[in-house]
């Protein structure tokens, strides 16, 4: 560490290219960016790297990009709750996370 610029580019442009949606390529990156964060190392991002992922991006197949779907709503958690054993530890657990997830969501 530090990473060159050079070298993110030609991970992000090997790698990701033609196989991954643009999403996929930032959320890398982020990744690599909060490495260096964390160990006190200069992030060297630029440019270029920011011309590889558009590149990179116009490449990605039309598989990689998923339609919107419908938000779940609280009628889903009641219906959920309705549907499950609540007398069975597994089942509270599910039920407990998929609440905890919904309502922090929300936030």
Known sequence: MPTSELLLSTFITSHGAGSVGKG??????????LWHHIN???WLGGPVLQCSVKGAARLA???????????????????????????????????VITCIVFWCCCR
């Open 24 to 33: 996929t390529i930032k959320t890398w990156l982020l990744g690599v960016e």
């Open 40 to 42: 006190d190392a200069p």
């Open 61 to 95: 197949p039309l598989s990689s990009c998923l339609d919107k779907r419908d938000p779940v709503m609280i009628e889903h958690l009641c219906c959920l709750h309705w549907h499950l054993d609540l007398t069975n530890s597994f089942d509270i657990a599910v039920f």
